[in-house]
Every structure is written in C-alpha cells, then in structure tokens.
C-alpha cells in the first residue's frame, strides 16, 4: 500500500541522547513535513522540505535538524533530546500547492525522560 | 498572528446531525482543509474547499464563507466511528498549512 512509513512506532528516550526519527513515501511527492502534536495544541511544523534538497523551518524548529538527501527520506533528528521534546510526531507530504491534502504516516510517540 | 478557531468538544447522539464550526484569521488564504483522526492515528483528509459555497461528500459536507473566515464540517446520520477529533486546517498566502487545535467529537449511542 503506498503512503509514509514512519519508524519507530514509539521510543522512551533518556534526555540528552540524540536519536533519528525515519520517515519514507513512496508517492513521488515533492514536499515533505514533520508535525509534533501535543495535546490541547494543533499540530505544529517542524521543518519542512519542498523538494530534495532542500529544507526550511517551521513553526518550532529549535532542538530539530533534518535532511532531505533524495525525495523518499525526510529524517528527523533531536541532537540532544529534553523532556519538552516529548510529543507524537508525524511525518507527511504533498504535492505543494494543491487541494490534495496532506498524507501523514502513522506517527512516532516519542517520551523523553 | 494567524489563528484557527475551533471548539475543543462537542457530543452529539447516533444517528443524528452536527455541525462542527471553524473560524480562521491567516496571512492570504488557498483554501481549507478538515481533516479526520481517530484516537492514537493519523489524520487523513476528509474535505478541501477553495471556493465559497458546500462540498457534499456522502455524510459530509464542508462549507467555506471566505468573507467571514468561516467553515463548518457537516457530518449527517452520525455513526460510533465517527468518534474522532476533527482538524481544521489553512493555507496561507505561502501554502504554508496552519492548523486548528481540533474538535473532539463523541459519539453517544
């Protein structure tokens, strides 16, 4: 089935280590996001990347890098992880700039303690 | 600022209709999104309305007043796996997406 692959499906995470969150499509799109969500909140953009090569911040970019070295990966780092990094994060992409919405992968429950 | 507004909860009865509002002040507008994400999953597209005037789409129907910043989601004959939080979303001038908090809706039997 087409559609974002996101791993891992959920981490406990020791403040101050790093980790990489992985995300994959498969539809050819273009543009690529990553979102965290928190309760009581709207989702809230990371960083973003309208095509390979390229990335730009979001809303909340702070603790945050990615890379986008070809158009499939969009990998999600937290160089040294803090408990307000505790949040679910989803991975999504489009085609920028058209009605046919977002696809969104199903997400990575993150606890940092 | 942009903003979305919408209510954080609203319960509604099987079988019923209900009609879940959203409000927007944004930078530009390029049209508006609902989502639909059910506890623990995704957000998957549900409707996306451009121009002003109702979108049906089975049981839902989404509606887009752009001179009032308005829209609502209309869900009719309302099922249990209806159940879900519903995401009301923006593009701004940019086609960045900008994202209401979401409505819980619960479904009572």
């Known amino acids: 089935t087409a559609g974002i692959t996101q791993a891992p499906t959920s981490q406990i995470l020791a403040a101050g280590r790093s980790m990489t969150l992985r995300c994959t499509q498969d539809m050819r799109h273009n543009a690529m996001y990553w979102y965290r969500q928190d309760l009581g909140l709207g989702l809230r953009l990371i960083h973003y990347s309208n095509t390979a090569g390229t990335t730009g911040k979001g809303e909340v970019p702070d603790g945050y890098s990615v890379s986008r070295a070809n158009t499939d990966d969009f990998p999600l780092t937290l160089a040294s992880a803090v408990p307000s990094q505790t949040s679910v994060y989803f991975c999504?992409?489009?085609?920028?700039?058209?009605?046919?919405?977002?696809?969104f992968g199903s997400g990575t429950r993150l606890t940092v303690v | 600022g942009q903003n979305i507004d919408q209510p954080t909860e609203m319960t509604a009865t099987e079988g019923a209709i209900v009609q879940i509002n959203c409000t927007y002040q944004t930078s530009g507008f390029n049209g508006l999104f609902w989502y639909q994400q059910h506890a623990g999953e995704a957000p998957t597209f549900l409707s996306y309305n451009v121009l002003d005037g109702l979108e049906e789409k089975g049981r839902f129907s989404s509606f887009l007043s752009r001179s009032k910043g308005y829209s609502y989601l209309l869900l009719k004959e309302l099922q249990m796996k209806d159940s879900a939080s519903y995401l009301c979303a923006v593009f701004d001038s940019n086609y960045q997406l900008i994202w209401g908090a979401g409505t819980k809706l619960i479904i009572k039997p």
């Open positions: 999504a992409s489009s085609e920028p700039g058209t009605g046919g919405g977002y696809t």
